[in-house]
């Protein structure tokens, strides 16, 4: 059983998920490394070392295998102070033009998979004071971005769970909280056909986001503060919108992707 905080973290092989579970580890966190990547995990578990971490195979959208994982981390380390929902896949390009097979697959991952998450750590989380769920959203969550339908379907019921849960959970003293990247510097954004990744450009890193999913996950301000946005334009674009009316946020969102 552990003493020191723990922190599970799905999709941890790669991109994010591997800046924030080494960021984790820097911190004297013990980290739940969890992906269908075996080679990726491998190699991350050998990195930070088995006293710090655990590495588990998990498809997201398997109930079996998040019971199974879930129940392997917490007789591991005993407690569950932070899930990171993190894992995903993103499809681009006009809406017709990718196979409806890989809309739902979208669907299947950044959302039921998150579902499947949150629904089953909530024993784990409650049992373990102070708790925190980091979901990842997106900007793709603050106006639906042209080129990226389903994916910015799924943020936004990313979004819309996010803040659901952050009411419903908070007498349970767990606080649910999303973070909001631009695009970021990983294998996702390879080969993406999105006019609004070539307007805005790809300037985060996933160093950079992870510690925004860092002070996430330690934030012990009020409860209100629930979404994240990581870097200057996803501020901007995110305070922007929350002021103007329907007509502004699309007029930005149409002017970024067209």
Same mark, same amino acid.
């Given at each position: 059983?552990?003493?020191?905080?723990?922190?599970?973290?799905?999709? *941890?092989? &790669?991109?994010?998920?591997?800046? /924030?579970? #080494? $960021?984790?580890?820097?911190?004297?966190?013990?980290?739940? %490394?969890?992906?269908?990547?075996?080679?990726?995990?491998?190699?991350?578990?050998?990195?930070?070392?088995?006293?710090?971490?655990?590495?588990?195979?998990?498809?997201?959208?398997?109930?079996?295998?998040?019971?199974? *994982?879930? &129940?392997?981390?917490?007789?591991? /380390?005993? #407690? $569950?102070?932070?899930?990171?929902?993190?894992?995903?896949? %993103?499809?681009?390009?006009?809406?017709?033009?990718?196979?409806?097979?890989?809309?739902?697959?979208?669907?299947?991952?950044?959302?039921?998979?998150?579902?499947?998450?949150?629904?089953?750590?909530?024993?784990?989380? *409650?049992? &373990?004071?102070?708790?925190?769920?980091?979901?990842?959203?997106?900007?793709?969550?603050?106006?639906?971005?042209?080129?990226?339908?389903?994916?910015?379907?799924?943020?936004?019921?990313?979004?819309?769970?996010?803040?659901?849960?952050?009411?419903?959970?908070?007498?349970?003293?767990?606080?649910?909280?999303?973070?909001?990247?631009?695009?970021?510097?990983?294998?996702?954004?390879?080969?993406?056909?999105?006019?609004?990744?070539?307007?805005?450009?790809?300037?985060?890193?996933?160093?950079?986001?992870?510690?925004?999913?860092?002070?996430?996950?330690?934030?012990?301000?009020?409860?209100?503060?629930?979404?994240?946005?990581?870097?200057?334009?996803?501020?901007?674009?995110?305070?922007?919108?929350?002021?103007?009316?329907?007509?502004?946020?699309?007029?930005?969102?149409?002017?970024?992707?067209?």
């Amino acid at each position: 059983m552990e003493s020191r905080p723990c922190v599970f973290i799905t999709g *941890a092989a &790669t991109g994010i998920g591997r800046a /924030a579970a #080494r $960021l984790f580890n820097q911190r004297g966190w013990f980290v739940g %490394l969890a992906d269908i990547d075996e080679a990726g995990l491998m190699a991350l578990s050998v990195e930070l070392g088995e006293t710090h971490s655990l590495k588990m195979s998990l498809d997201v959208k398997s109930p079996e295998e998040w019971r199974a *994982a879930l &129940t392997n981390f917490h007789d591991r /380390a005993g #407690r $569950l102070d932070v899930l990171v929902n993190n894992a995903g896949i %993103l499809i681009s390009g006009p809406f017709e033009t990718n196979p409806l097979e890989r809309h739902h697959a979208v669907v299947d991952i950044n959302l039921k998979g998150v579902l499947n998450g949150c629904y089953l750590a909530k024993p784990y989380l *409650a049992s &373990t004071p102070g708790a925190h769920v980091i979901n990842l959203s997106s900007t793709a969550a603050i106006y639906g971005q042209a080129s990226l339908a389903t994916y910015s379907t799924t943020k936004f019921a990313i979004r819309g769970l996010t803040e659901a849960l952050n009411i419903e959970w908070q007498d349970d003293d767990i606080r649910v909280m999303d973070i909001m990247p631009l695009f970021v510097q990983t294998g996702m954004v390879t080969g993406i056909d999105a006019r609004s990744m070539d307007r805005l450009g790809v300037r985060l890193t996933a160093e950079d986001v992870a510690k925004v999913i860092w002070s996430a996950a330690t934030y012990r301000g009020g409860v209100g503060k629930v979404h994240w946005p990581v870097g200057f334009m996803a501020t901007w674009l995110f305070r922007l919108t929350s002021l103007g009316p329907d007509r502004l946020s699309r007029f930005i969102a149409r002017r970024i992707a067209t």
